[in-house]
């Protein structure tokens, strides 16, 4: 039988070898200027066998970090290190987007620059800890509310990074607009209390990943941006239930932009989910891991179906650099160490072996 997973797609103007996306996982890796270490390159590249790699979450702008050790790209040398990561994947055939991530209110002055506020788009704190600097868990703190003025700001870094993630040799980026970061506190009505053009009413609500991913796909090409959402996500103090009007609006007005493509995270079934698939235009990616399983099995009948075009696939690739081998030839794959998700270092990070690589075989 021949599985739909391991057939080519056409994205944007990239081609994938196969259906499998690597999702983006944050490892924290990258020293206090937000520039990634050499293993990196080589930890992207082992994953080279993915259709598509979507780089762990990166600041566009040192505004934008919310735990140390993530990387940015809003400086040259953190560019440099990308542009290295990007050469050792293209090698190998494979692709990679970069995603970008600004975290809001889930953040703490330790990681900002001197003076720079944490900040979202209403002054509603998240009831949960946040990590400073130093690695000290600690209540997050109240945000400031965005001026317009600063959206405008927030807006052209982002633009500004994507120009420079594309500059370095990324196939695009990803505009994380899940998981209660800035998009997604923007998109939820308890976040978002704003009064203004950017709050209110789901249209507005939807504005400023609307605006966002217009002036994205105005930098570098809309068939060069991609966009993740979480509907009815709750991590991050979220509650984002009864919102599905203003992820319709989004929708539609992404609608004539035609982005690369549109990430959903999904956490339960929905009609919302099967209302977004059909209006959405371009190539609708999906992931079911934290709801079922992200094994070849749950995904492949996803794929044939026609419920999505292709699946992303998280703790997998940690532990199985060469899953798509291990999935083609039926090779066991090896379980994930969540205690070094997180953790510096190359331990769990670069030495999880292929499968050629094991002695037995
Ligand atoms: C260690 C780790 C880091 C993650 N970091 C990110 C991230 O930076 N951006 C993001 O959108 N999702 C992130 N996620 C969520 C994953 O992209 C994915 O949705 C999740 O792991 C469920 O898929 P899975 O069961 O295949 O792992 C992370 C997940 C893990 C396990």
Redesign the pocket.
Known sequence: MTHTIFQPWRLGRAELANRVVM?????NRADVRGVLPASAVTYYEQRAGAGLI?S??TQPSAAGQGYPG?PGIHDDAQQEVWAQVADAVHARGGRIFC?L?HTGRISHESLLPPGVPVVAPSAVRADLEVETLDGAKVPAPMPKELTVEEIRQTIEDFAAAARRAVDAGMDGV?L?G??GYLLHQFLSPGTNRRTDAYGGTPGNRARFVVELVQAVAERIGADRVGL?I?PGGQFNDMADKDNDDTYLALVEALQAVRPAYL?T?RRRSSRLHEQVRDLWPTTYIM????LG??ELDDLEPILAGGQADLV???????ANPDLLERWRHDHPRAA?D?DT??TGGDRGYIDYPAIGTHKEN
Do not use: C, D, K
């Open positions: 999702a983006p996982m944050t490892r979507i762990e979450a993530t995603q991530m990803e994380h899940a998981n993740r979480s990430h995270l992931n079911t891991g934290y399983s992200s992303s696939v998280g703790r997998l690739f940690i994930w969540e998700f997180y």
